[in-house]
T-cell receptor, first 115, second 111 residues
Framework: DAGVTQSPTHLIKTRGQQVTLRCSPKSGHDTVSWYQQALGQGPQFIFQYYEEEERQRGNFPDRFSGHQFPNYSSELNVNALLLGDSALYLC??????????????FGPGTRLLVL | GNSVTQMEGPVTLSEEAFLTINCTYTATGYPSLFWYVQYPGEGLQLLLKATKADDKGSNKGFEATYRKETTSFHLEKGSVQVSDSAVYFCALGTGGFKTIFGAGTRLFVKA
C-alpha cells in the first residue's frame, strides 16, 4: 500500500514564475491538506480539499491556489513566485468522515527553491 | 490567536539519557495536542496525541501529558537511543484538519 506521494521532489524556479506541485493521497483517503515548511520552522497550514472543494484555508495569499481531482489527488499552484516562497511543501491525506488531524499521513514533500 | 511554543534546539544527549522537550500552547476552546517526529529525509509522522485535559499520550517509550492548568504538553522519554535523533514538533488542532505546529526541536543522540 503506497503512502502519500508527491512530485517533483525538488524544483528550482525564478521570481515571478508559476509552479504546480502534485500529491497523491494514501489509498482510501479522500481529503488532502497542504502545508508550507520554511527552513528551520514548523509546517504552516495552507488549505484543505475535500470533494474537490477548498474546505479550510490558512493565512496565505490568493497566489496560492489548489485543486482536487475526482481520484482525490491534488495540486498546489503558486503564482508570481517570491523568494520567500522557498520552502518544503508538504501534502497530508486523511479520511474525512468527521475525524481530526491525528489521522493525517504526510508525504515526503517537495522542496521548492525560488531564485 | 492559537499558537505553539517549544524549546529551541538543538538538544544533544548521550544514549540512555532522559529527554524532555518543553511545549506550551495558546488556544481558545479545547484543542487536541500532538507530537510529530520528522526523521531525516522522511515526512512527518504522528508520534502521540492527547485530546483532553490530563490525558497522557504515549508511543515508542515517549510520553506527554495534556496539562490545561499550565497549558503545556511536554515530551519525555526515559532512555533515548541514537535512532531517536530527529526533529520533534509539538502541534495543536482546534477543529477540522487545520493543525498549528511549533517551530520544531532538533534532537541529536550520541552513542
Amino acid at each position: 500500500d503506497a503512502g502519500v506521494t508527491q512530485s517533483p521532489t525538488h524544483l528550482i524556479k525564478t521570481r515571478g514564475q508559476q509552479v504546480t506541485l502534485r500529491c497523491s493521497p494514501k489509498s482510501g483517503h479522500d481529503t488532502v491538506s497542504w502545508y508550507q515548511q520554511a527552513l528551520g520552522q514548523g509546517p504552516q497550514f495552507i488549505f484543505q480539499y475535500y470533494e474537490e472543494e477548498e474546505r479550510q484555508r490558512g493565512n496565505f495569499p490568493d497566489r496560492f491556489s489548489g485543486h482536487q481531482f475526482p481520484n482525490y489527488s491534488s495540486e498546489l499552484n503558486v503564482n508570481a513566485l517570491l523568494l520567500g516562497d522557498s520552502a518544503l511543501y508538504l501534502c497530508a491525506s486523511s479520511p474525512y468522515r468527521g475525524q481530526g488531524p491525528e489521522t493525517q499521513y504526510f508525504g515526503p514533500g517537495t522542496r521548492l527553491l525560488v531564485l | 490567536g492559537n499558537s505553539v511554543t517549544q524549546m529551541e534546539g538543538p538538544v544533544t544527549l548521550s544514549e540512555e539519557a532522559f529527554l524532555t522537550i518543553n511545549c506550551t500552547y495558546t488556544a481558545t476552546g479545547y484543542p487536541s495536542l500532538f507530537w510529530y517526529v520528522q526523521y531525516p529525509g522522511e515526512g512527518l509522522q504522528l508520534l502521540l496525541k492527547a485530546t483532553k485535559a490530563d490525558d497522557k499520550g504515549s508511543n515508542k517509550g515517549f510520553e506527554a501529558t495534556y496539562r490545561k492548568e499550565t497549558t503545556s504538553f511536554h515530551l519525555e522519554k526515559g532512555s533515548v537511543q541514537v535512532s531517536d535523533s530527529a526533529v520533534y514538533f509539538c502541534a495543536l488542532g482546534t477543529g477540522g484538519f487545520k493543525t498549528i505546529f511549533g517551530a520544531g526541536t532538533r534532537l541529536f543522540v550520541k552513542a
